[in-house]
């Protein structure tokens, strides 16, 4: 069975303070794995798509790697507008399609 | 382009209940999914759809929990009768095909059973 572990639950920083966010992951082969900011009352919402071991996608202050087991999401020099719940998952080429969700990490940035 | 569309947004209800919610995915969009998200158990998928055609349904939780898409631009998932245990936000997703294409959520309902 697949298994999407992310770490830690929660993370408290202040403003500038660099952190990176955790994903590991059991597959038997990754097909993709997917990053997502849910805010408070909303849907989660799409960052990036990562495919292959080595691979790196940056959007503003986050940047998101990949290695075979686990999936970094550094966030440099955080804002309080970053604040939100980070989710990633996993697609695993051998299984069915849909993606198995971790339960996320809630990342609050303080001014 | 507009995004993913549910409704309504809030919905509180009476234990035994119908309750029917509503999606309108992203035009062009060939895969719906339905998700129930909880503090105790993260993000389910409940079922998904591939081109209106129910593909997987295993994580519908019991026969009260159906799921209908009568055409590319509309779904519904109807619960009936409701539980309080039922409470939960409810998600649907679109994208285009599955491999490895993203989902994008709507804003969910927030259901409560009274």
């Known amino acids: 069975e697949d298994q999407v572990t992310q770490s830690p639950e929660a993370l408290r920083l202040q403003e500038g303070e660099s952190s990176s966010l955790n994903c590991s992951y059991t597959?038997?082969?990754?097909?993709?794995l997917f990053w997502y900011r849910q805010d408070p009352g909303k849907g989660p919402e799409f960052l990036f798509t990562?495919?292959?071991a080595g691979e790196e996608k940056e959007k503003e202050r986050l940047k998101a790697t990949l290695t075979k087991k686990e999936s970094f999401l550094h966030i440099t020099a955080p804002k309080p507008e970053d604040s939100a719940t980070y989710l990633c998952?996993?697609?695993?080429?051998?299984?069915?399609?849909?993606?198995?969700f971790g339960r996320g990490t809630s990342l609050i940035v303080h001014p | 382009d507009a995004g993913v569309i549910q409704s309504p947004r809030h919905e509180v209800t009476e234990m035994g209940q119908e309750v029917t919610l509503r999606c309108k995915p992203i035009?062009?969009?060939?895969?719906l999914f339905w998700y129930r998200q909880t503090m105790m158990r993260g993000l389910e998928l409940l079922i998904y759809?591939?081109?209106?055609?129910?593909?997987?349904d295993s994580g519908m939780p019991e026969d009260r929990f159906s799921a209908k898409m009568p055409n590319a631009s509309f779904s519904t998932l109807k619960i009936q009768p409701s539980e309080p245990r039922d409470s939960a936000v409810y998600f649907c997703?679109?994208?285009?095909?599955?491999?490895?294409?993203?989902?994008?959520f709507g804003d969910g309902t927030r259901l409560s059973i009274l």
């Open positions: 035009s062009g969009h060939n895969s």
């Open positions: 990562l495919y292959s």
């Open positions: 597959v038997s082969g990754l097909r993709g």
């Open positions: 997703a679109s994208s285009f095909g599955t491999s490895n294409q993203p989902q994008h």
């Open positions: 759809f591939n081109n209106n055609v129910p593909i997987d």
């Open positions: 998952a996993v697609q695993d080429a051998g299984g069915s399609y849909i993606p198995t």
